[in-house]
């Protein structure tokens, strides 16, 4: 591979994907925090949800995305080996014509009839998965460092621990246990 790409794929690494987790779970993490406080920020939960909402589809894309278009990223950039199975999270509530694209991504009839659960409240309702995102997200990037080309196993590896490492902070400034600690 040409050093040039080769660079912009370590610099995407480094700087995006490393983004993309972060914000991922910076939101899972406040949006869990805003659930046990009494004492937030207003919309604090919808502002997280929302930012984690749109990180999980933009990291799915990354890693399920069949086509692309020249300045796309894609997991198999990185693995070409590595075919990832979608998850059955991301088939129920991500893929196209599903719940996230019928209540955040596309303005359609009826929006609040496609939450993809039971009522407004139900533990399947769409705004009830944030953290179940995240942590198919982490899962699914830690199966991806290892299936990796080498040369770039490390730049995943620290990105993720990166993002890791700012839920953790973000879990501590709140005062709750990090609900993404393993």
Excluded at 162 to 174: F, G, I, Q, R
Aim: aromatic share 10%; glycine share 6%.
């Amino acid at each position: 591979m040409p050093i040039s790409d080769h660079l912009k794929k370590e610099e995407f690494l480094r700087k995006d994907l490393c983004n993309a987790l972060r914000w991922l779970f910076v939101g899972a993490v406040t949006w869990e925090a805003s659930r046990n406080q009494t004492h937030r920020c207003a919309n604090q939960d919808a502002l997280a949800m929302f930012t984690s909402l749109t990180q999980a589809r933009a990291l799915y894309e990354f890693f399920f995305a069949e086509g692309k278009k020249p300045d796309d990223a894609r997991a198999g950039d990185f693995a070409p080996a590595w075919k990832p199975q979608e998850t059955d999270l991301y088939r129920r509530y991500m893929a196209g014509g599903k719940p996230a694209n019928k209540r955040l991504f596309h303005l359609v009839y009826d929006r609040h009839l496609r939450s993809g659960g039971s009522g407004h409240d139900g533990p399947d309702h769409l705004k009830n998965q944030v953290l179940e995102f995240a942590t198919d997200l982490r899962r699914l990037t830690e199966e991806f460092a290892l299936k990796a080309n080498p040369a770039f196993r490390d730049s995943v590896q620290d990105a993720l621990k990166k993002a890791l490492k700012e839920a953790k902070l973000v879990a501590h400034h709140y005062g709750i246990v990090n609900p993404l600690a393993m």
